[in-house]
């Protein structure tokens, strides 16, 4: 027998996937244990017994490969950037924190004699001399001054070049800057640029990263960094994710063609939403209007797992491993300022641009400065053209005050967060920049939560590792890297933080009728888990076993 459903898919099979609980995340049926699904999407979920008016008209199989597990609405990271692992795993990493990745193990280094003594083992396994010795993770307020005179010191004939932790800055030793040919007749008063201690930040550093682009962005390196990204996804838990800065390495097109090459060659169980950035089109001189245009262009080349979706990101600020978040008065400790990655009046243009074409904003914004000036477009916008159900979104949420939520919830404002800047950076810029009260307090998602704001969490992988229960287990319990517990008064609770990487992330992408929960009609994305997050408490979240995924209906075990 055969169905045709009331969108015009027809049906001739039923597989139903048993579990030892299956969460919903729906209110009206929290638990099940089987779900059935057609077509890649969700017939029915219940116990075996209440499919039967379905069972007993339709061909079925039952499948037991997760009987013993839980399966959770496959999870949404609603902010990567895939092409920084794909270039940054080619790497080894020394960072403060310790990272897992399918390209091997890397402990953390937390003071600079530690970092140091890794730095030296790391540059003698470098091999291949055609490429400079790259490492990722570098981060001076851990790692101590490590900049052109001391690298010159300890490597004082071959390139060098340390990836800060922020993604945003590079470090070379002399030997790097001939091997990217730099002078310093073109260098010296940049703006971004340190000729004197090889060290260029923002803006200055894009045109560093464009040269490498022929290293990073070879098929065969970039290629296997990107299955390396899939990778970490699946061992996740993770079926959507939401690329926030496509065309960041200068070459939008052929990095759009690059993701989707691997996502739909390897048939990756994920799919891929990508969105375009201030930051590509300011670096070439693209106009809003003729940005537009582009994007438009870009959409035509949809796939099934890799797509754009009327999203569009403003780079506000810049980054807050590097201390350049724009925060109002008292500033930093320290003195030193924030940046904007562009005017004002400029994001201004591109936001009344892309909002006046239905466009859904988002803005990398970490300081309280930023956050204002981000308030005042969205209020400058509704007065010129009123949108309901915009849900413009605030991206990474580092610093804000309990009145700014406010003005947020009025404005119909949403947000996607980084509850790992509080795990990493609370002690740390407590001590160093912010003092504790603002260091304490970032990343209020309790205030979130008690007055309804939709939020969801991210990865922005690599600032955090792309592991969504990770991240749900920072937001719920905020200890620091050190074990202390700060400002405990912004947890949020078990429930909202896994709400936060399944139905409201998919709240944030729009995606709601899609997925983020296990109802009849949703695609049947799942993440097979060993054991339940509401047994195990938010204090064992980070510690849960990911067995697998169900992309669209199809098994994918670990």
Known sequence: MTSTSASGLRFDHLTVYRARRIRTMTDAQPTAEAVAVANGRIVAVGILESLQPWLTRFPHSIDDTFADDVLFPGLIDPHVHPSLPAVTTQFPFLAPDDWTLPSGAFPGATTPD???????????????????????????????????????????????????????????????LAWFGLREEEVRGRPECDWDRGHFWENGAQPLVVKLAPIIFDPVRYGAGMSSFFRLCQQAGVTTVLDMGIGIFGDAVGEIGLIR??????????????????????????????????????????????????????????????????????GYIDGHAGMWMAPPEVLREFAEVFWRAGHQLHAHINGDLSADLYLDILRSLQEQKPRFGHRTTLEHFASTSEDQCRQMRELGMVVSANPY?????????????????????????????????????????PMAPLSPLTLAWAAANRVTINGHLRCLEERVSLHAALRAITIDAAWILRKEREIGSIRAGKLADFAVLAEDPYDVGAEALRDITVKGVVFEGEAHPL
Not at 162 to 176: C, D, G, M, Q, Y
Not at 268 to 295: E, H, K, N, S
């Open 114 to 176: 530690s970092y140091l003594a890794r730095l030296k083992e790391l540059y003698s396994q470098h091999s291949d001399w055609s490429v400079p010795f790259i490492v990722w993770g570098f981060h001076p307020l851990w790692h101590g001054d490590q900049y052109r005179p001391q690298l010159d010191a300890l490597f004082p004939d071959r390139p060098v070049l340390l990836w800060h932790r922020s993604f945003h800055e590079l470090i070379l030793n002399t030997p790097a």
């Open 261 to 330: 090459e691997v996502a739909e060659s390897h048939q990756v169980p994920c799919r891929a939403i990508l969105t375009p950035t201030t930051v590509d089109f300011l670096a070439r001189g693209i106009r809003p209007a003729d940005a537009l245009a582009q994007v438009e262009e870009w959409s035509r080349g949809n796939s099934r797992r890799v797509f754009l979706d009327r999203h569009f990101k403003l780079q506000v600020d810049g980054a807050i491993y590097g201390g350049l978040s724009q925060v109002g008065f008292p």
């Open 421 to 461: 800047y509080h795990y990493i950076l609370a002690d740390v810029f407590s001590e160093q920049w912010l003092g504790n009260d603002r260091g304490s307090e970032m990343g209020r998602l309790g205030t979130l939560e008690k007055l309804g704001i939709p939020f969801a969490l991210h990865s922005d992988c």
